[in-house]
């Protein structure tokens, strides 16, 4: 992906919340407490919401704006990478990692409660998203509701990645080993293909912090590390 002026904002690191030995939550860190490396997840996280407060920017701006071909491309092809990789994320919890979760809490009947909601978040934002797109597609009318259909997308899906970051990270960390961890994000990776991947990863670090760079580059296989690193730096010179 280039770089999309519409859709950029600095990603600062969400710290994650886990239950201490005496019921109070401490911050756990995407890198640096708890026994998984959730780095490349959180970075998910801070990639949408960084897109979305683009595309509220954008879709806030007087209707000619967006009749400017450039500008309509360029917000046009941003809302498609985050369309693309928010299904891409969903799925991927839902079809992969709930399920592996789920073998190891089946006598946990409020944990299995907690995964079952996270796809029904999921779920709800469907719509919302269909509602942002048909918004896109009415040339005529839909600048005019262009604007509360972001709205409504973004308090959906910043109530959600709160819900997660609060309580469904955490239940991860108890219930994965690192191999376990590793085994899914392998497979997701083998899912995207090396194109897929090398498409992916640019736009996951586009405005991260040089921590944040660096832990997602060195866990990445040495090919895909390298061409990865090519493409973000052609992305901000």
């Not at 399920?99 to 469907?126: C, G, I, K």
Request: include cysteine; charged fraction near 25%.
């Amino acid at each position: 992906p280039c770089c999309r002026p519409d859709l950029q904002a600095t990603a600062s690191p969400h710290a994650v919340t886990a239950q201490g030995c005496h019921g109070k939550e401490h911050a756990m860190t995407s890198a640096t407490t708890g026994r998984l490396d959730l780095t490349v997840m959180v970075a998910f996280h801070d990639a949408f919401r960084r897109d979305l407060a683009h595309l509220a920017r954008a879709a806030s701006r007087r209707h000619a704006d967006l009749d400017d071909p450039a500008r309509r491309t360029a917000v046009l092809a941003g809302w498609e990478l985050f369309t693309t990789y928010l299904d891409f994320h969903h799925s991927a919890e839902d079809t992969d990692l709930w399920p592996r979760m789920r073998t190891h809490l089946a006598d946990r009947p409020d944990d299995l409660a907690l995964l079952q909601a996270m796809e029904d978040e999921h779920a709800r934002l469907d719509p919302l998203v269909a509602a942002v797109d048909g918004a896109f597609a009415d040339r005529e009318g839909g600048h005019q509701r262009l604007g509360d259909t972001v709205d409504a997308l973004a308090s959906e899906l910043h109530g959600h990645l709160r819900h997660e970051e609060r309580d469904a990270l955490p239940l991860l960390d108890r219930s994965l080993t690192p191999t376990q961890w590793q085994a899914f994000s392998d497979e997701q990776r083998r899912r995207l293909g090396f194109d897929g991947a090398a498409q992916l990863f640019p736009w996951l670090l586009q405005e991260a912090s040089p921590q944040q760079v660096k832990a997602i580059l060195a866990g990445l296989p040495p090919p895909l590390r390298e061409e990865v690193l090519r493409r973000h730096t052609a992305n901000n010179q």
